[in-house]
């Protein structure tokens, strides 16, 4: 199976960036569609952004425009660039594979342990 790994989650500052890796441990040209969730306290899982393998990229609407998702398939990475950044954007995020479907969260194939971010007010 594919295990996905997060990292660069942290605390940063309203209006800050912050960029999350996941690193996969198969290959990514395997992998049709990643994707980032997150949770935050008291809430339901929620998608933050898709990318499939041909580099289309779909994003909530809270995220979008200031969000940006990209792969790296040589690298076997995938990141997520979070650009000024709110309160309601503190959440634990969650890296996500699926070789076909991974739009909502019974659809996803493989699951990160999660990075936390913290933005301050």
């Known amino acids: 199976q594919v295990q996905l790994v997060e990292s660069g989650g942290g605390l940063v500052q309203v209006g800050g960036s912050l960029r999350l890796s996941c690193a996969a441990s198969m290959k990514l040209f395997r992998i049709n569609n990643m994707a980032w969730y997150r949770q935050a306290p008291g809430k339901q899982r929620e998608l933050v952004a898709t990318i499939t393998g041909g580099g289309t990229t779909n994003y909530a609407d809270s995220v979008k425009g200031r969000f940006t998702i990209s792969r790296d398939n040589a690298k076997n990475m995938v990141y997520l660039q979070m650009n000024s950044l709110k309160p309601e954007d503190t959440a634990v995020y969650y890296c996500?594979?699926?070789?076909?479907?991974?739009?909502?969260?019974?659809?996803?194939?493989?699951w990160g342990k999660g990075t936390l971010v913290t933005v301050s007010s």
């Open positions: 996500a594979a699926s070789v076909f479907n991974i739009a909502t969260p019974n659809q996803v194939q493989y």
